[in-house]
């Protein structure tokens, strides 16, 4: 995987944890990081899930 993606509207280098294109100001997508705070959401859910398993019984 490359460090970093390309602005979609203007083509310049964006980093990958960057908002917005330093060139042009547009928006990037962030599916990287969305896909990091699913993931934490699932196991922090997975974890409340078992701990009230493990309190109930
Ligand atoms: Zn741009």
Redo the contacts with the bound molecule.
């Keep these: 995987m490359a460090r970093q993606t390309r ?6 280098p ?1 980093g990958r944890y960057r908002a917005t ?6 928006v990037q997508p962030q599916k990287r990081i969305g896909s990091t705070i699913g993931l934490g959401v699932l196991i922090v859910g997975l974890l409340i899930f078992t701990i009230w398993a493990i309190v109930r019984a």
């Design positions: 602005c979609l509207a203007c083509g310049a964006v294109c330093p060139v042009c100001g547009a």
